[in-house]
């Protein structure tokens, strides 16, 4: 199999930290320069029928896009350790938190930082105003997220899941935007702090 990807977007990264912390070393990385719109004219990635990575090319050259996707795909074939749910309550517990994230705070970071960020002008149009309010929503997200994290460690399940992933990716990428969460949200802090830090020594 062959992982199609780049270093400039957080939705491949969270594949790439799927296999990490699964050690998976028997995918191909094959890097897309987006930032050079590579993407738009690849003959693999046309076949996902959208212009996005990551894209995962399978052995009998059928693929699968959506970085959520791609993970449970992955975790049919390296289960351990698991990300997405042992049981059906569990599942759907990661399955709630990760679709909450996403559309509260992960889609407006990556959203914000598109239209704010001046290196991505070759992807997207600016508009610093939608920038700033998607980053508003998302900064309005994060003081709820700070209670929810108050006495736990990760999002939900007791352990690192694809929640925490997806999320702590669109925090990493805001960055190039200057987006940071309020210096009161200790909770945020903290949580944010030992994902990064777990994610600096799985080198992704």
Request: glycine share 6%; with cysteine.
């Amino acid at each position: 199999m062959k992982l199609y990807t780049t270093d400039y977007a957080p939705n491949p990264r969270r594949v790439r930290w799927v296999m990490a912390e699964k050690g998976i070393t028997d995918i191909e990385l094959v890097q897309v320069d987006i930032m050079k719109l590579e993407q738009r004219t690849h003959p693999v990635i046309a076949k996902a029928g959208s212009p996005h990575l990551p894209v995962l090319e399978l052995d009998d050259g059928g693929v699968i896009a959506e970085s959520v996707a791609i993970g449970r795909y992955l975790e049919s074939l390296y289960p351990e350790p698991n990300l997405f749910g042992h049981d059906a309550r569990e599942i759907a517990d990661i399955e709630m938190w990760t679709r909450r994230l996403e559309q509260r705070l992960a889609t407006p970071l990556m959203l914000g930082t598109r239209m704010k960020a001046a290196p991505l002008v070759i992807l997207e149009d600016p508009n610093p105003a939608v920038g700033d309010y998607m980053f508003e929503n998302a900064a309005a997200y994060c003081i709820g997220l700070d209670v929810h994290l108050a006495d736990r460690e990760f999002i939900t399940a007791g352990r690192l899941t694809i929640a925490d992933i997806a999320c702590v990716c669109a925090f990493d990428f805001a960055r190039i935007a200057r987006f940071r969460p309020d210096k009161s949200l200790e909770n945020v802090a903290r949580w944010l702090g030992a994902l990064r830090e777990r994610a600096k020594a799985l080198e992704i």
